[in-house]
């Protein structure tokens, strides 16, 4: 009996961790902003985000194609984004303004014009 | 006061060399006669983008890196060598026109008179394939050789999709350090800028600072790169890091205005802002000595 509960936990452990473990698994925060944004050759969708200082956000980007980047230097956020997973990017925007974001990772002929803005209000 | 090239040159060391504008170098032949065994001259070519097409930027795209190749030749005393700092093909995202147009730069420059080139990619020539096709027409993307007393390193931060070194890379250049004395005279070449120049449109390296640490211990070290399409010239510490002038395209100032773009023809003065260098290299005292040549191999 004892053995068949500590099995129990075991697995239950095991499954647990695997949830963890894979994108598929995320609970943001109760004022968390979650914003999806999809990046393929040679742009972002949505190129235009809008934030709010102060408010947290997790942005989760997917690669449809290859290897992206993303960086907001303003902003000091980077990531990379590869294909196949959710990545995800947290942070807090502190300051107000219009911010440019651009791939850094060199994805092709169109790589230098892929890019957005994002904006974060009071 | 007139101030004869050897004395300019004994201005500054190896790691901060100075700009010989308007002076003679090796190249003339007038001055290589005092050249000692130990000196020597190098070319460096950057950033050619064979096959970029765009009449507003450049509307003799076919045309410009003939006309380097051909000023190179027409200098009157040939270079050691001649090295291509990167992007030597514009990008393509098709890997049959990568191969054709490595082919048709390949055949340009074998009309070179100098047959001692040395190349490097940049990431429109091995960024979306990890340099394969580029080592199959110019082999190894990272290297060192020596010449004269001088130990040059071939850095690779374009290969990896992430533009960065690499600790692979890392690794294989602290080992070869470990080889150099201090006061070794050491030249490195890479094709982005190893210091943050300015990130916000990428003319950086990810890990840069990290290659920049290892050489940090040397007190003659000199990196020459590409990239940004302009000169620029900037010391991290006492290592001096020199952009060269592209062959196809100028691009603006870092930071000048707010979106990267190559600045159109100006027909008035066309291959503004393109251009190649020659690097004096001499051993007592151990200092660099840099020119700036357009185009039409008019020093500048």
New interface residues.
């Given amino acids: 009996m004892k053995s068949t509960k500590s099995r129990l936990l075991v697995y239950g452990a095991v499954v647990a961790f695997i949830l963890i473990s894979t994108s598929s698994y995320f609970v943001a925060a109760e004022n968390e902003q979650v914003i999806q944004i999809t990046a393929k050759?040679f742009e972002y969708s949505p190129k235009e985000i809008t934030l709010k200082k102060g408010v947290p956000v997790v942005l989760e980007f997917t690669s449809l194609d290859r290897?992206h980047?993303f960086?907001c230097?303003?902003l000091g956020i980077r990531m990379?984004i590869r294909p196949g997973k959710v990545n995800r990017l947290r942070f807090v925007p502190d300051k107000v303004g219009t911010f440019?974001f651009?791939c850094?990772?060199?994805?092709?002929?169109g790589?230098?014009g892929m890019?957005g803005t994002i904006t974060v209000t009071e | 006061m007139k101030i004869d090239r050897r004395d300019f040159l004994k201005l500054a060391g190896i790691g901060s060399a100075v700009f010989a504008s308007g002076l003679g170098g090796l190249h003339d032949l007038t001055n290589r006669a005092l050249a000692t065994e130990d000196e020597f001259f190098f070319v460096q070519l950057s950033d050619t983008h064979w096959g970029f097409t765009g009449q507003a930027v450049n509307p003799d795209s076919t045309g410009t890196l003939k006309k380097a190749v051909e000023a190179v030749n027409n200098l009157k005393i040939q270079p050691d060598f001649i090295m291509f700092t990167g992007d030597l093909t514009h990008v393509t995202d098709d890997d049959k026109d990568r191969r054709t147009r490595m082919s048709q730069f390949e055949d340009i420059v074998s009309a070179l008179k100098v047959k001692n080139i040395r190349f490097m990619p940049g990431e429109h020539d091995a960024g979306l394939d990890e340099g394969a096709a580029f080592k199959e027409f110019f082999g190894k993307t990272h290297y060192t050789f020596d010449h004269k007393g001088v130990h040059f390193i071939v850095l690779d931060n374009v290969s990896d999709p992430t533009s960065t070194v690499g600790k692979d890379q890392l690794e294989w250049l602290s080992a070869d350090l470990k080889k150099q004395k201090k006061d070794s005279r050491i030249v490195v070449f890479t094709h982005r800028p190893l210091f943050d120049l300015y990130p916000d449109w990428d003319w950086y390296t990810r890990d840069g600072a990290k290659a920049i640490e290892m050489l940090m211990p040397y007190l003659n070290v000199t990196v020459f790169y590409g990239h940004i399409h302009q000169e620029n010239h900037k010391n991290t510490g006492h290592i001096a890091h020199h952009a060269a002038k592209g062959l196809m395209f100028p691009l603006p100032a870092p930071g000048s205005v707010p979106v990267k773009n190559p600045i159109p023809w100006n027909a008035s003065q066309p291959y503004k802002g393109l251009g190649f260098r020659s690097v004096d290299v001499t051993a007592k005292p151990a200092a660099l000595a840099i020119a700036e040549f357009n185009v039409k191999g008019e020093k500048l």
Avoid: A, K, V
């Fill in positions: 050759r290897l980047g960086t230097p303003s990379d440019p651009h850094d990772n060199f994805c092709g002929s790589h230098e890019r």
